[in-house]
């Protein structure tokens, strides 16, 4: 048996039970399985797991439509239930409907999805496993894709915190002359992080969970000393650690966390004579239980077409 909460966070919960609770009555008979307890803002549901997700699933596309200032009709609200007796006419301007490879729903509704087979399996080693290797060239989605699922578990309070870090490597440049405070030197590094996050959470809500340190963004030489449980930590461009820097990340595991590594051998930025952290990691750690490396290939990219064709000619020269 499984149990999720879902969050009503941006609009009065009755938007979506309906006058006297009819919506969530019509709810509950689509869901006839599953135990259904709405009380304030929260939404439980308890039972099989791949049917709590998918009633999961759904609520959230309903709510992602009534932020976006739309009212639940009937039809709408049978197209995205994926009750059998709507969307027959084929007119319907609404494109709700659940999709297996949907991790979830992000800003105005937009489907975040794992696109390709490797991202998919990504998807599913990080169920199943505490620490996750996602190891791959450019554009192939490792970050987006953890960072997804990070979220998804945040938004099902399956955990309190996100933690995302990066070493600041000075890939031909100096911090030191950069304009600004710590922060702001800081900050560039880190932007990939943030783009992630805009595509995925409303800009007040992220700014919310940015303030009281919900979501932590965050230079990988913080970690230091630190315990980092109930979260989902990710170190991204784990290929700019050293060999110390990269078991410092790794035993600050708490026994409730996650922690995904994403890393490029082929983008390695680190001085000519110090050797990647990230590669020895990989050699030493891939046979422990409940660790999974995950490789993703240039058949993965999804950025431009011409991202693909520039990976493939660099390899073969």
């Not at 609404?94 to 991790?103: L, P, Q, S, V, Y």
């Not at 405070?181 to 900050?187: A, F, S």
Request: aromatic content about 4%; hydrophobic content about 40%; proline content about 4%.
């Amino acid at each position: 048996m499984a149990e999720k909460i879902v969050l009503i966070e941006n609009f009065d919960p009755q938007e979506l039970h309906g006058v006297n609770n009819t919506t969530l009555n019509k709810i509950k008979l689509i869901f006839p399985k599953l135990k259904i307890i709405a009380r304030g803002n929260e939404i439980k549901t308890i039972g099989e797991a791949q049917e709590v997700d998918d009633f999961v699933a759904k609520i959230e596309v309903l709510i992602q439509y009534i932020e976006r200032g739309k009212g639940l009709s009937e039809s709408v609200l049978n197209e995205i239930l994926g009750n059998q007796e709507a969307g027959e006419s084929g007119n319907s301007n609404h494109t709700f409907a659940n999709d297996a490879h949907t991790i979830l729903h992000g800003v105005n509704g937009k489907p975040i999805k794992a696109r390709t087979a490797n991202q998919i399996k990504l998807v599913h080693e990080i169920d199943k496993n505490d620490i996750v290797f996602a190891l791959g060239p450019a554009g192939t989605g490792k970050t987006y894709t953890a960072v997804a699922v990070a979220v998804k578990a945040l938004k099902n309070k399956e955990i309190k915190r996100i933690i995302l870090t990066r070493p600041a490597v000075e890939a031909g440049e100096s911090l030191g002359f950069l304009p600004g405070d710590l922060k702001e030197k800081i900050d560039p590094y880190l932007r990939p992080l943030y783009d992630a996050l805009d595509d995925m959470i409303p800009a007040e809500k992220l700014k919310q969970y940015l303030e009281n340190r919900t979501i932590e963004v965050a230079p990988l030489a913080f970690m230091r000393g630190r315990t980092l449980d109930n979260c989902f930590v990710i170190l991204d461009e784990a290929q700019n650690t050293t060999d110390s820097q990269i078991k410092m990340f790794l035993t600050r595991m708490g026994p409730s966390a996650k922690v995904i590594i994403t890393g490029d051998m082929s983008q390695v930025d680190l001085p000519a004579k110090q050797t990647s952290g990230l590669l020895k990691a990989t050699k030493i750690l891939a046979k422990i239980k409940g660790i999974s490396m995950v490789l993703l290939t240039v058949e993965d990219v999804v950025r431009h077409r011409l991202v693909k064709e520039i990976i493939m000619a660099y390899e073969q020269n």
